[in-house]
C-alpha cells in the first residue's frame, strides 16, 4: 500500500504540512516518562496514507520547567531528553532516543520533520541565579537610556519587577531602613493600580505568604524622614501601594546576627478572582518598584554593596556526546548589557530585537550569542536529521540574524536550503517586510499567514448573516491587493495552532470544514492541526475560563478528502469568480465565495463554493474562465467531487456555469472526464498492524442521494448517531412543499429512504433532514 502510494505522490504536491502537537500534550509527569514522540511515530503510517508530507513537531531541548516544559521555556539546548536537568532525563515529550526514532520513522514513510526552534531567548531557575550589576544600573536609571549616544533620553521598559532578587550578602547586625520606590507608573489611575508586594529575609525563615484574608498591610504615616513601618518578621510579606508620584514607603528591620538580607518585590493591583472575590492580583511587572535607598549606620548600602540577582548564571550537567559544547551564560548575553542597552515595549507587530517578552532576553547582535546559537543549529540538524525549522517567536530577533542563522544551517543532498516558516504575528505590512528583508539576505523563508487565520474564523464561528463572504476576496498574505501581497510560495496558511487553540478568543468553535475547504483549496502552503485531525477537546488557558471545544470526528475524513483533491487537480494560481466571474445574483456574493484553482497539468483544475448561509442552499452563475492561463469548460459537465460526483452542473457554450454549496458547507466542482473517485480508508495501518477498522457513526450527516440527476426515483442515504426525531421533506425550487417522507422517531445507525417523482416535473428539487436540533440540506436533479 505504502509503496503505491509513494508513487503517487511522487509527481504530486508535496505541500501539505500538519502541526503535530498542541499545548499540553499528554504526559506521564509523575513517573517523569514522555511519550510524545512515540505517539507521533506510530501514526506515520496514518498520516502519509492521507497525503501528509510534512510535520511540525515540538521544540526538542530540554525545558527550564522539566517534564512540564512544552519545549519554549527552552533551558539546554543539548539536553534532547537525555540529562538529568531540571528534575527529569526525559522532556515533555520523550527520550532523545525516542525523537530520533520517530524521526527516522516518519522519513520512511516520506515525511519530512519541522523542529521549532527558538532563537529569542532562554529560561532558568533560581538555582542559576547570579550578580547582575547591568540590571541594578539600569533599574536605578529607572530605564532611561541614551542608546545611540546622542544625547536624548528616553523611559524605555523595566527590567521584570519580580524577576529580580535584591541582597545585601552578609548584612551585620543592626537596624536597617528600606525604602521603595515606583517608577513607570500611571499616575492617572487609581492608586489601587499602584500596588506592591513585599517580601523580606534576614535570618532564612520560611517563606509566609499574605491571602487576602490574612495580611499585613503597609500604612501611612510612611515616607521616610523618620516615618516608617517595623517589617512583621523575616520571611513575611507586606502589601503596599505607592499612593502618588513621589510617595516613598520606609521599612525598618533588626538583624539579630549577621545574615544575608533578601528582598524581593512583585507589582500588584486591587482586582477580583475568578468568583467576584477581592484580591490583591497580580500586575504588569513593568510596574517598576525597587528598593531605591537601604540605610544602615548612616550610610546607604543601595549604591555600595547592594545587588540585584537574575537567573542569568547558566550552566550545565555535563555533556557528553559528540559535538555537544560546555557552555555558560551570564548576563552579560542578556539584554540589557550595559549603561546603552535597553528593554524595548512588546509593541503591536514591529521588530523588536531588544524586548524581554519571553525569559531571558539574549543578545542576539553578540557575536558569541550569534555563533553558539548557529552552532546548535547545525549540530541539532545533523543529530537528529530534521528537514526543516519553525521559528518561534521571529519579530524578538533581527531579520539580519535569521538570514545568518539559515545560511549557516546544513543544506539537503541537492544543495537547496532546509523548509523554513516564520512565526510573525502581525499585520500584513509587517510580516511582508519581514520576508523580503530576511530573504533580501539570501535566504528562504516562509510566513505563517496570521491575517488569513483571523478572517477564517470570523468566517466559521459568526453567524452568516454577520459575516460578508466578499472579505475572502483579498483576505490573507497571497491574496492582498493593497501592496501587502507573498507568493504561494512564500506563505504556511493555517486554521489554529498551539498558541490559539489555547485561546477561546482566538479558535474555531464550529464549522471547521468550511476552513480548512479554503486553505486546503488556495494557494499557500496548508498546515493542519493536529487537534482538529484527530478531534482533540481543546481547553482555554484563559484566566477564569472553562470553555472547551472539541472538532467532529467527522472533520478528519473531510479533511482527508480535501487533501485527495489539493493532490489530484490543483496546483497554480487562483481566481475568485465571485468576485470577477460576473457572479449572478450579485446579492448572493454575501453569503457565497467561488473561486477557480488552475491545475497541475494533468487536471485542469477545480471551482471552490463555501456558503455561509445558515439555512439555504445558495449558489451563483459565474463565468467558469475569465482569466488567461485557466482552461475553458465551455459546454463541458462539472461534478461535485465532495459527493462523489453524485451532483452535476453544466456549464454553458458561454462558458457560464451555476455552482452551489449546502448551508454553511462548500463543494468541489471538476471536469467530470477527469473525475477520479475518493474512498475513505477503512484498514488504518499502525505499529505494523493491519486490521479493519468497524467505522463508528459518531456524527449525523447525509451521506449521499443517488442517483444524481435522477428520473424518476432517488435514494437518500444518511446516518444517525443516535436514536431521534427525524424529518425528511422535499421542496421544489420556489421553496414549496412537496412531499414529507418520514416524520417520526429513527433509531441510531445508516438509514436509506426511497423517494418517487413519477407525478413531478423535470427540475431542481431540494430536501431538508431534521434530526432533533440538527439541518441538513440537500440538492437534485429530476431529468424527464
Not at 207 to 235: C, H, I, K, L, R
Amino acid at each position: 500500500m505504502f509503496l503505491l502510494f509513494a508513487l503517487y505522490t511522487g509527481n504530486a504536491q508535496n505541500d501539505v504540512m500538519m502541526q503535530a502537537f498542541y499545548w499540553d500534550v499528554p504526559v506521564d509527569a509523575v513517573n517523569k516518562n514522555g511519550s510524545w514522540w512515540d505517539t507521533l511515530r506510530v501514526k506515520a503510517p496514518e498520516l502519509a496514507s492521507a497525503g501528509i508530507t510534512g510535520i511540525w513537531t515540538p521544540a526538542p531541548s530540554k525545558g527550564n520547567f522539566g517534564i512540564y516544559d512544552m519545549g519554549y521555556g527552552i533551558f539546554d539546548h543539548f539536553d534532547l531528553g537525555n540529562y538529568n536537568q531540571k528534575g527529569t532525563v526525559e522532556t515533555r515529550f520523550g527520550s532523545r532516543t525516542e525523537l530520533i526514532n520517530m524521526v527516522n520513522t516518519m522519513h520512511s514513510y516520506g515525511i519530512e520533520v519541522y523542529a521549532d526552534i527558538i532563537l529569542n531567548h532562554i529560561y532558568a531557575g533560581d538555582s542559576e541565579r547570579e550578580n547582575n550589576p547591568a540590571v541594578k544600573q539600569y533599574v536605578f536609571d529607572e530605564a532611561i537610556r541614551d542608546p545611540d549616544g546622542d544625547g536624548v533620553y528616553d523611559q524605555y521598559s523595566p527590567y521584570p519587577t519580580n524577576e529580580i532578587v535584591w541582597i545585601i550578602p552578609n548584612a551585620s547586625p543592626g537596624d536597617y531602613y528600606i525604602k521603595i520606590k515606583g517608577y513607570h507608573l500611571d499616575w492617572n489611575a487609581s492608586y489601587t493600580e499602584r500596588g506592591y508586594d513585599l517580601y523580606i529575609n534576614w535570618d532564612g525563615s520560611p517563606d509566609q505568604p499574605n491571602t487576602p484574608t490574612s495580611a499585613n498591610w503597609e500604612y501611612e504615616p510612611n515616607n521616610g524622614n523618620g516615618q516608617y513601618n517595623v517589617f512583621p518578621g523575616s520571611g513575611k510579606h507586606i502589601w503596599a501601594h505607592i499612593n502618588q508620584y513621589g510617595d516613598i514607603d520606609e521599612y525598618k528591620i533588626t538583624l539579630n546576627a549577621a545574615h544575608d538580607i533578601v528582598i524581593r518585590l512583585e507589582a500588584r493591583r486591587e482586582t477580583t478572582d475568578c468568583n467576584g472575590n477581592w484580591t490583591f492580583g497580580y500586575a504588569s511587572q513593568t510596574n517598576g518598584y525597587y528598593p531605591f535607598e537601604i540605610w544602615y549606620n548612616g550610610q546607604n548600602l543601595a549604591a555600595t554593596v547592594l545587588e540585584a540577582h537574575t537567573n542569568t548564571g547558566i550552566s550545565y550537567v555535563t555533556h557528553t556526546g559528540t559535538g555537544e559544547p560546555q557552555w555558560t551564560w551570564n548576563y552579560s548575553h542578556f539584554h540589557p548589557v550595559d549603561d546603552r542597552d535597553y528593554l524595548g515595549y512588546p509593541g503591536t507587530d514591529e521588530i523588536i530585537p531588544n524586548t524581554k517578552f519571553f525569559g531571558n532576553d539574549l543578545n542576539t547582535y553578540d557575536p558569541v550569542v550569534q555563533n553558539r546559537l548557529i552552532e546548535w543549529g547545525q549540530w541539532l540538524t545533523n543529530t537528529v536529521g530534521y528537514d526543516g525549522y519553525r521559528l518561534d517567536f521571529v519579530r524578538g530577533v533581527q531579520p539580519e540574524f535569521i538570514a545568518q542563522w539559515l545560511n549557516s544551517m546544513p543544506k539537503r543532498p541537492d544543495g537547496s536550503q532546509r523548509f523554513a516558516v516564520g512565526e510573525y504575528w502581525g499585520d500584513k505590512p509587517a510580516i511582508k517586510y519581514w520576508v523580503t528583508t530576511v530573504e533580501s539576505y539570501g535566504a528562504d523563508v516562509d510566513a505563517f499567514d496570521f491575517p488569513l487565520k483571523f478572517t477564517l474564523t470570523d468566517m466559521a464561528n459568526w453567524n452568516g448573516a454577520d459575516f460578508d463572504m466578499s472579505w475572502l476576496n483579498h483576505a490573507g498574505l497571497i491574496r492582498d491587493n493593497s501592496g501587502n501581497n507573498l507568493s504561494g510560495v512564500q506563505v504556511v496558511t493555517f486554521v489554529d495552532n498551539h498558541d490559539t487553540g489555547k485561546e477561546s478568543d482566538k479558535w474555531l468553535w464550529r464549522d471547521w470544514d468550511m476552513a480548512y475547504a479554503y486553505i486546503l483549496f488556495a494557494e499557500g502552503r496548508p498546515c493542519i492541526f493536529y487537534p482538529h485531525y484527530y478531534g482533540i477537546t481543546q481547553v482555554s488557558k484563559h484566566a477564569c475560563s472553562e470553555d472547551r471545544v472539541t472538532p467532529p470526528a467527522s472533520l478528519k475524513d473531510e479533511i482527508n478528502r480535501l487533501i485527495f483533491i489539493r493532490k489530484t487537480y490543483l496546483n497554480g494560481s487562483m481566481i475568485v469568480l465571485s468576485e470577477i466571474g460576473n457572479p449572478w445574483p450579485g446579492a448572493n456574493t454575501s453569503d457565497v465565495y467561488v473561486a477557480r484553482r488552475q491545475g497541475n497539468g494533468v487536471k485542469s483544475g477545480a471551482i471552490l463554493v463555501i456558503n455561509d448561509h445558515e439555512t439555504d442552499v445558495k449558489g451563483l452563475w459565474v463565468d467558469n474562465a475569465p482569466a488567461p492561463g485557466y482552461t475553458n469548460w465551455a459546454g463541458k459537465v462539472l461534478v461535485n467531487a465532495t459527493k462523489n460526483a453524485l451532483e452535476e452542473t453544466q456549464v454553458y457554450a458561454d462558458g457560464r456555469v451555476y455552482v452551489w454549496a449546502p448551508p454553511r458547507g462548500y463543494s468541489i466542482w471538476v471536469e467530470k472526464s477527469e473525475y477520479v473517485p475518493y474512498t475513505p480508508g477503512t484498514n488504518v495501518e499502525l505499529a505494523g498492524e493491519n486490521e479493519s477498522q468497524p467505522q463508528l457513526i459518531t456524527q449525523f450527516q447525509v451521506i449521499r442521494n443517488y442517483p444524481n440527476p435522477f428520473n424518476p426515483e432517488t435514494t437518500i442515504e444518511f446516518q444517525l448517531p443516535e436514536t431521534g426525531r427525524v424529518k425528511l421533506t422535499i421542496y421544489n425550487a420556489r421553496g414549496q412543499e412537496i412531499a414529507t417522507l418520514v416524520d417520526g422517531m429513527m433509531e441510531a445507525g445508516t438509514h436509506r429512504v426511497r423517494w418517487q417523482a413519477r407525478n413531478q416535473p423535470s427540475g431542481m428539487y431540494f430536501y431538508t433532514l431534521q434530526w432533533e436540533d440538527q439541518r441538513r440540506v440537500g440538492k437534485m436533479l429530476l431529468v424527464r
